[in-house]
């Protein structure tokens, strides 16, 4: 029996190599995301729900439960993301050798400036501050950030230790945060400088020369346009 002849159509819909699982579901995760950052924008992460987001997103609710079981496993992924980001930033502007408080202040900087020029980026922040999923996920990526650095300083205590006086140090930074997210002011430097000292601190180094680190951490970031996760600063 003869065949039908096939239209272009669809000969050319054979030539398109089909997606796989894992490009469809890093496609979704792409959208919700997308989706999350401009309701978190829009409305505030409080205010937002997960079925909003799905709506956004133009996906069943339970598909979005299907990549992220709740709304704070989506705040995790873009704060992770964000730091990510901080990180490229950071070797796009300084050296690869400079020192522990210059590559620790880095992350911290942005994280300060970016929630006193933008009230929705304070809440956010806050909101990351307060959930343990988050900052356990900031702790154990800061703790792999600077952990060489940290050798050069003879910093060589237990793994558990030196997490534990991070959570401390991000409980310190969180605080500021929130200072900032409820009262709608703030000072980034004074906040950055603040917790330089906390670090220092906890980790018995000297804080010597924390003005020049402060300032040279405002004058890169006032003079190039940094972009942090959906917030440009």
């Not at 054979?14 to 496609?27: A, G, H, V």
């Not at 006032?222 to 959906?230: A, L, M, R």
Request: glycine share 6%; aromatic share 8%; proline share 2%.
């Amino acid at each position: 029996m003869n065949q039908e002849p096939r239209t272009a159509k669809e000969i050319g819909a054979n030539l398109i190599p089909r997606k796989s699982n894992e490009q469809r579901k890093r496609e979704m995760k792409d959208k919700i995301l997308r989706a999350a950052a401009l309701l978190f924008k829009e409305k505030g992460y409080s205010k937002t729900t997960m079925r909003q987001i799905s709506q956004k997103a133009g996906i069943l609710t339970g598909s979005l439960y299907n990549v992220f079981p709740g709304k704070e496993d989506i705040l995790k992924t873009m704060i992770d993301m964000s730091y990510d980001s901080a990180l490229k930033q950071y070797e796009r502007h300084f050296d690869a050798k400079d020192d522990l408080l210059v590559a620790l202040a880095f992350p911290l900087a942005l994280e300060f400036y970016s929630a006193n020029r933008n009230r929705r980026a304070a809440e956010t922040l806050h909101e990351a501050h307060i959930s343990w999923t988050v900052v356990n996920s900031m702790a154990d990526r800061t703790i792999e950030w600077v952990a060489g650095r940290m050798e050069d300083y003879g910093l060589r205590q237990d793994r558990s230790e030196v997490k534990d006086r991070f959570l401390a140090l991000l409980g310190a930074v969180g605080n500021l945060i929130s200072k900032t997210h409820f009262s709608g002011e703030g000072d980034y430097k004074r906040d950055l400088k603040k917790s330089l000292e906390v670090f220092c601190a906890l980790f018995k180094l000297p804080a010597y020369d924390l003005d020049s680190t402060v300032e040279r951490m405002d004058g890169m970031l006032s003079e190039n346009s940094i972009v942090i996760g959906e917030y440009r600063i």
